[in-house]
């Protein structure tokens, strides 16, 4: 399966879920900044996520985004653009946890 390089974004209103969310990010993607995850996941990884995810979360009073940046190969590295100071982004490929 193809993998896609995702930008997940999350705004979680209780500090237990946040930490939460943020422990079952960490198994996907790279911390990019507070609350954003930069994930190169297939389709099924993806599924993985968001099930681990709405099992932490209160979908009536939290919200993650996830923005599809496309092959982490191409687009998904050019799209970025940083001011300040410059966050590597991962290479290409899975990630092992």
Known sequence: MRRRRYLVSYDISDPVRLRRVHRVMLGYGYWLQYSVFVCDLD???????????????????????????????????????????????????????
């Not at 919200?63 to 982490?72: E, F, K, N, T, Y």
Request: proline letters at 5%; hydrophobic letters at 45%; aromatic letters at 4%.
């Open 43 to 97: 389709l099924r990884e993806r599924a993985e996520m968001l099930a681990a995810l709405a099992e932490v979360m209160h979908l009536h009073a939290d919200s993650v985004a996830i923005v599809d940046l496309g092959d982490p190969a191409t687009s998904g590295t050019r799209c970025f653009s940083f001011l300040g100071k410059v966050k590597h982004l991962p290479r290409q490929g899975p990630r092992v946890v």
